[in-house]
T-cell receptor
Framework: AQTVTQSQPEMSVQEAETVTLSCTYDTSESDYYLFWYKQPPSRQMILVIRQEAYKQQNATENRFSVNFQKAAKSFSLKISDSQLGDAAMYFCAYERGGSEKLVFGKGTKLTVNP | DTEVTQTPKHLVMGMTNKKSLKCEQHMGHRAMYWYKQKAKKPPELMFVYSYEKLSINESVPSRFSPECPNSSLLNLHLHALQPEDSALYLC??????????????FGEGSRLTVL
């Protein structure tokens, strides 16, 4: 079974600084996708960034980027120029191609200090 | 602004009640999902509907009954629930196109309390 591990239950960062959230996963599949989802307090969960396993290039979305290390099965999220609105629970997630099932990690609560 | 609308936002019910949670999306998505989320935990998949047919049931107890009347609507019928069923119930949808696998759009959730 596929598993997703987020080893940092909580992280904090100063506004305008950079923070990296860690995620590792375990799979024997070759066709899969990785995601970071953000869930702000009392607001809906939104997709931050996605990565196809077959792509070597790391995905980037504005201030958000990933470091995808396929051999190490590592998928970390870097948030640059952190903003107060980045404070949220961040979930790393995995989906085997065609499965329609997201497997979530336990989440990392990010606090942004002014 | 959320494009997946869930009602009600809050629901309190007794163990003998029958109630329903509703979810609606108008993005033309062909897959819809129900997730259950306990406090400080990740969402847990309950059901998936693809093209209005139930494609995944994660061994959810029969006191939860999903229904997909059409491609835009998803209901979750609740009957004889237990206090441990209290949670945030999230609805989500996805387009299922190959370039957007796993890109789910979530509603704000229905917070259910079972007394």
């Amino acid at each position: 079974a596929q598993t997703v591990t987020q080893s940092q239950p909580e992280m904090s960062v100063q506004e305008a600084e950079t923070v990296t959230l860690s995620c590792t996963y375990d799979t024997s599949e070759s066709d899969y996708y990785l995601f970071w989802y953000k869930q702000p307090p009392s607001r809906q969960m939104i997709l931050v960034i996605r990565q196809e396993a077959y792509k070597q290039q790391n995905a980037t979305e504005n201030r958000f980027s990933v470091n995808f290390q396929k051999a190490a099965k590592s998928f970390s999220l870097k948030i640059s120029d952190s903003q107060l609105g980045d404070a949220a629970m961040y979930f790393c997630a995995y989906e085997r191609g065609g499965s329609e099932k997201l497997v979530f990690g336990k989440g990392t609560k990010l606090t942004v200090n002014p | 602004d959320t494009e997946v609308t869930q009602t009600p936002k809050h629901l309190v019910m007794g163990m003998t009640n029958k109630k329903s949670l509703k979810c609606e999306q108008h993005m033309g998505h062909r897959a819809m999902y129900w997730y259950k989320q306990k406090a400080k935990k990740p969402p847990e998949l309950m059901f998936v509907y693809s093209y209005e047919k139930l494609s995944i049931n994660e061994s959810v107890p029969s006191r939860f009954s999903p229904e997909c009347p059409n491609s835009s609507l998803l209901n979750l019928h609740l009957h004889a629930l237990q206090p441990e069923d209290s949670a945030l119930y999230l609805c989500a949808s996805s387009s299922m196109t190959s370039g957007r696998v796993g890109e789910l759009f979530f509603g704000e959730g229905s917070r259910l309390t079972v007394l």
